[in-house]
């Protein structure tokens, strides 16, 4: 579709709308049910209070955002159907009309700003609201339209509300916790919510009144299962209708298997190493320099330099990747294409540490979850020998992945790395630089003054190609810092049963009201 002139402020900006016609799913009623086996549990069902996208997979069919993206990752109107930037830092929405939470309440200007209120109340400390810093007022214009105002000019607002800022029922939510809002999912979605069995199975089922038309598909069930041999083995056994991150070993077999089929498509996820180059508190405030081997620049380099994401490619992955600079895809804005990854080379790591004053190595632990990304596990053992051999004696520890966030890196206590998975649809820099390195936000452990005025900067800046400068700026301070050691953008793979119609996408979200069985019996 056409973008908004986001980076061309002038006259004609005023009177620019957006609107998209939206075609809605026959309206025939729903039938049958799809079991989706994904490799963890969401860590909650309040839409505001993640990151991750096991929870977004199951929350944006019971949750709508303002915008969306299609199948070729255009933004279209969700609900909002038409949208307009009225000066540099007002953006107005025109809501559609008729549309019912799935508890009876009906959307509107009201229940936007309810949203993102409270996606933004400091007391509530919502893990979204870093990337809505800008947001400065949400104000009610009239029934169905309703103005976001930004104390400077926001160039991915849009990027941001096609993923972020799922509308909630008010009446529903006004005045409960968090755990309400963790447990009691309502939104305006294709899917109702119907049970929640923790570490067993989540139950939607499809909202018939849906504003774009009765989803295809009655039940759908998701299931965490983290090991891929048993993932796989579900699959083959009809216990499962969609697999995710299929081991690229086991490809071969889905492909000879008479009712399956492979899906694929090259990931928006890039696998990586954040080095704790700063400690921060559990309210993400600055504590110091990190404590230990990793707290010397020098040091950080090393375990950069020790490995070899090559050979991981080549043998853990079957050559189900592709070798990344930093932390983004070539698909990103912001990528630079200049930036070479950085070379193994032993010898310099031998000498980067004997300058930090290590010169018969260091011992270091390195995080790591275990089921969440393809073979994430053997990775980070890859890794670790590899970094062992180096002279950087690594011990990897493995974590199920609720207690990995939530008890590990959502608060800072993943010293003095982890491995980790970001997949940015926001297709934008800023939406992996600044939640992960700005400090801060919950996700960031590094602190250095220049870097965040770059992304605070590029965060506020028209100019497209001011903007690609500062980026390609700040990730080339990332690596000097040792701040990240890249790994892979990684090839999803799903293993799915003939009877269900499914595409991957480089987006990695699974929308059900996309999904159709061939038999729905």
Same mark, same amino acid.
């Given at each position: 579709m056409k973008r908004l002139g986001v980076f061309r402020l002038g006259a004609a900006l005023a009177c620019a709308v957006i609107a998209v016609v939206w075609t809605a799913p026959a309206l025939a009623a729903p039938e049958g049910k799809v079991v989706i086996a994904q490799g963890v549990d969401p860590t909650t069902l309040d839409p505001q209070w993640h990151e991750e996208t096991p929870a977004y997979n199951v929350l944006l069919n019971i949750y709508d955002t303002l915008l969306f993206r299609d199948k070729d990752l255009r933004i279209i109107p969700w609900l909002a159907e038409s949208w307009k930037m009225v000066t540099p830092t007002t953006w107005e929405f025109k809501l559609r009309k008729g549309v019912k939470f799935h508890n009876g309440e009906e959307l509107d200007a009201d229940a936007v700003k309810f949203s993102m209120d409270r996606l933004r109340d400091p007391k509530l400390g919502n893990r979204q609201a870093g990337n809505f810093r800008l947001v400065t007022s949400v104000d009610v214009v009239d029934t169905f339209t309703v103005r976001i105002v930004t104390s400077k000019p926001f160039p991915t607002m849009e990027n941001q509300l096609a993923l972020r800022g799922a509308v909630m029922a008010p009446k529903h939510f006004a005045g409960k916790d968090k755990t309400f809002a963790d447990r009691n999912p309502?939104?305006?979605?294709?899917?109702?919510?119907?049970?929640?069995?923790?570490?067993?199975?989540?139950?939607?089922?499809?909202?018939?009144?849906?504003?774009?038309?009765?989803?295809?598909?009655?039940?759908?069930?998701?299931?965490?299962?983290?090991?891929?041999?048993? $993932?796989?083995?579900?699959?083959?056994?009809?216990?499962?209708?969609?697999?995710?991150?299929?081991?690229?070993?086991?490809?071969?077999?889905?492909?000879?298997?008479?009712?399956?089929?492979?899906?694929?498509?090259?990931?928006?996820?890039?696998?990586?190493?954040?080095?704790?180059?700063?400690?921060?508190?559990?309210?993400?405030?600055?504590?110091?320099?990190?404590?230990?081997?990793?707290?010397?620049?020098?040091?950080?380099?090393?375990?950069?330099?020790?490995?070899?994401?090559?050979?991981?490619?080549?043998?853990?992955?079957?050559?189900?990747?592709? $070798?990344?600079?930093?932390?983004?895809?070539?698909?990103?804005?912001?990528?630079?294409?200049?930036?070479?990854?950085?070379?193994?080379?032993?010898?310099?790591?031998?000498?980067?540490?004997?300058?930090?004053?290590?010169?018969?190595?260091?011992?270091?632990?390195?995080?790591?979850?275990?089921?969440?990304?393809?073979?994430?596990?053997?990775?980070?053992?890859?890794?670790?020998?590899?970094?062992?051999?180096?002279?950087?004696?690594?011990?990897?520890?493995?974590?199920?992945?609720?207690?990995?966030?939530?008890?590990?890196?959502?608060?800072?206590?993943?010293?003095?790395?982890?491995?980790?998975?970001?997949?940015?649809?926001?297709?934008?820099?800023?939406?992996?630089?600044?939640?992960?390195?700005?400090?801060?936000?919950?996700?960031?452990?590094?602190?250095?003054?220049?870097?965040?005025?770059?992304?605070?900067?590029?965060?506020?800046?028209?100019?497209?190609?001011?903007?690609?400068?500062?980026?390609?700026?700040?990730?080339?301070?990332?690596?000097?810092?040792?701040?990240?050691?890249?790994?892979y953008q990684q090839m999803d793979l799903y293993g799915v049963n003939k009877r269900v119609t499914f595409q991957a996408l480089s987006s990695e979200q699974i929308v059900s009201v996309w999904l159709s069985l061939k038999d729905a019996k």
């Amino acid at each position: 579709m056409k973008r908004l002139g986001v980076f061309r402020l002038g006259a004609a900006l005023a009177c620019a709308v957006i609107a998209v016609v939206w075609t809605a799913p026959a309206l025939a009623a729903p039938e049958g049910k799809v079991v989706i086996a994904q490799g963890v549990d969401p860590t909650t069902l309040d839409p505001q209070w993640h990151e991750e996208t096991p929870a977004y997979n199951v929350l944006l069919n019971i949750y709508d955002t303002l915008l969306f993206r299609d199948k070729d990752l255009r933004i279209i109107p969700w609900l909002a159907e038409s949208w307009k930037m009225v000066t540099p830092t007002t953006w107005e929405f025109k809501l559609r009309k008729g549309v019912k939470f799935h508890n009876g309440e009906e959307l509107d200007a009201d229940a936007v700003k309810f949203s993102m209120d409270r996606l933004r109340d400091p007391k509530l400390g919502n893990r979204q609201a870093g990337n809505f810093r800008l947001v400065t007022s949400v104000d009610v214009v009239d029934t169905f339209t309703v103005r976001i105002v930004t104390s400077k000019p926001f160039p991915t607002m849009e990027n941001q509300l096609a993923l972020r800022g799922a509308v909630m029922a008010p009446k529903h939510f006004a005045g409960k916790d968090k755990t309400f809002a963790d447990r009691n999912p309502v939104g305006t979605g294709p899917y109702k919510f119907v049970r929640w069995a923790k570490d067993d199975q989540l139950v939607l089922e499809a909202n018939e009144q849906w504003w774009g038309g009765a989803p295809k598909v009655k039940t759908i069930v998701y299931r965490p299962i983290p090991e891929h041999a048993v $993932r796989v083995a579900a699959l083959q056994g009809g216990e499962v209708d969609i697999a995710v991150n299929i081991p690229p070993h086991l490809v071969p077999i889905i492909d000879k298997h008479p009712k399956l089929y492979i899906s694929k498509a090259p990931s928006v996820r890039t696998i990586f190493i954040p080095i704790y180059t700063s400690q921060f508190d559990t309210a993400n405030k600055l504590v110091g320099p990190v404590d230990g081997p990793t707290k010397d620049k020098r040091v950080r380099q090393a375990i950069i330099a020790a490995a070899n994401p090559d050979e991981i490619i080549k043998t853990v992955l079957e050559g189900q990747a592709i $070798r990344t600079a930093t932390p983004l895809t070539s698909k990103h804005f912001g990528f630079d294409k200049t930036l070479a990854p950085v070379k193994h080379d032993p010898d310099r790591v031998k000498k980067l540490l004997t300058e930090a004053g290590f010169p018969n190595g260091i011992d270091l632990t390195l995080n790591s979850p275990d089921g969440r990304y393809l073979k994430d596990k053997e990775v980070a053992e890859a890794v670790g020998g590899q970094l062992t051999r180096a002279g950087i004696r690594t011990r990897v520890r493995t974590f199920e992945w609720t207690t990995y966030l939530n008890q590990m890196v959502y608060i800072h206590k993943a010293t003095p790395m982890y491995l980790i998975g970001w997949g940015n649809t926001t297709w934008d820099a800023d939406g992996t630089l600044t939640p992960l390195y700005r400090s801060g936000n919950p996700l960031a452990n590094h602190h250095n003054a220049d870097f965040d005025g770059m992304m605070d900067e590029a965060q506020t800046t028209v100019d497209p190609k001011r903007r690609q400068e500062i980026y390609a700026r700040a990730q080339r301070l990332m690596l000097d810092d040792g701040a990240v050691l890249p790994l892979y953008q990684q090839m999803d793979l799903y293993g799915v049963n003939k009877r269900v119609t499914f595409q991957a996408l480089s987006s990695e979200q699974i929308v059900s009201v996309w999904l159709s069985l061939k038999d729905a019996k």
